[in-house]
Nanobody
Framework: QVQLVESGGGLAQAGGSLRLSCTAS????????MGWFRQAPGKDREYVAG????????YYAESVKGRFVISKDNARDTGYLQMDNLNPEDTAMYYC?????????????????WGRGTQVTVSS
């Protein structure tokens, strides 16, 4: 069983940056694709970014393209989400998710493993 633990959330000002981490245990991250999702109060969980198992393929939601960068360090079994130029609309609980396979999936129901989330709050 794969356990995922997110960290790095917190409070940032508009225009600021945060770096989220997602550490996996119970299974090597080298054979898993990873996604980051977020959920604001009263809204559905939405896709933010994804990376394939090897780390050489990524895909971003339009709302974060050019501001967020997803990466993974398979040797450390850790994935990252670098978030720059944050704005208040980025405020949400951020979740990492993982699944076996080579593709990047945008759908919540395609992921087998989830972390408990880390809160990101951006003030104006």
């Amino acid at each position: 069983q794969v356990q995922l633990v997110e960290s790095g959330g917190g409070l940032a000002q508009a225009g600021g940056s945060l770096r989220l981490s997602c550490t996996a245990s119970g299974h090597s991250l080298s054979s898993l694709g990873m996604g980051w999702f977020r959920q604001a109060p009263g809204k559905d969980r939405e896709y933010v970014a994804g990376i394939n198992w090897s780390g050489d393929g990524t895909y971003y939601a339009e709302s974060v393209k050019g501001r967020f960068v997803i990466s993974k360090d398979n040797a450390r079994d850790t994935g990252y989400l670098q978030m720059d130029n944050l704005n208040p609309e980025d405020t949400a609980m951020y979740y990492c998710a993982a699944r076996p396979g080579t593709m990047i999936w945008l759908n919540v129901d395609k992921y087998d493993y989830w972390g408990r989330g880390t809160q990101v709050t951006v003030s104006s």
